[in-house]
């Protein structure tokens, strides 16, 4: 019986194979889960069409076996980015390409759901490749909220796990609060007469 491989190429060697080989398959198959957790790779695309991204079974040399992709090139045409129907993983992916056209990152095959940069969209995204069917698996972007920045002169403040806010007092107003809301009020807890007269004493 001959190993197997997963989606992302990790060999999945069986009881008594590979004799005096295992060191530097089981070298080979850590260094690729530590790619696969953390590692980086820059990704040179065509200018135009469609870029396949392959897995290569027991070796650290593809793309997909990393965790972060920088897709660099000149395009010249709306591309495609193609991956095989059986990776499952997530990347953050860079769109570090030149020229003013879509990028679309998706499964080679299928009527699944793809992740497309705008044509002017330069960023980064955080893709999750499914594998959720073996004929139209899914690629999905993994969005994140975007926090309330409030507005100008506002303070911010956490209230039930999601931030509120109350507007900015006049000048030498104080920030007062009863236990449940807090609001802005008038200083006048020291008179200008108490402010001169402790002034006179204190120095």
């Known amino acids: ?22 060191g530097d398959k089981t070298n080979t198959n850590l260094n690729l889960i530590s790619q ?9 695309v065509n200018g135009t069409g469609a870029t396949t991204l392959a897995v290569i079974d027991g070796n650290t040399g ?10 660099t090139g000149t395009i010249t045409g709306n591309i495609t980015v193609t991956i095989p129907l059986d990776v499952e993983n ?6 570090a390409t030149s020229g003013a056209h879509t990028v679309e990152f ?12 705008a044509a002017t969209d ?4 955080i893709v ?23 507005s100008d002169k506002q303070l911010q403040f956490n209230n039930n796990g999601a931030f509120g806010g109350i507007t900015m007092g006049s000048n030498l107003q104080i920030l007062q609060s009863n236990g449940t809301t807090a ?20 120095g």
């Open 183 to 202: 609001s802005f009020v008038d200083n006048t807890g020291i008179s200008t007469g108490k402010a001169i007269a402790m002034a006179m004493i204190f």
């Open 128 to 150: 999750n490749a499914k594998a959720d069917d073996g004929s139209n698996p899914n690629v999905t972007e993994i969005a994140l909220s975007t926090p309330p920045g409030g």
């Open 1 to 22: 019986m001959t190993s197997a491989y997963t989606g992302l190429g990790v060999e999945l060697m069986v009881t008594g194979e590979n004799s005096g080989t295992w």
């Open 106 to 117: 998706k499964y080679v095959t299928g009527s699944g759901s793809s992740v497309t940069w």
């Open 36 to 44: 696969i957790s953390g590692g980086f790779i820059s990704q040179a």
């Open 90 to 95: 997530f990347y953050f992916i860079e769109n």
């Open 122 to 125: 330069k960023g980064f995204k």
């Open 62 to 71: 593809a793309a997909l076996a990393t965790r972060s992709i920088k897709l």
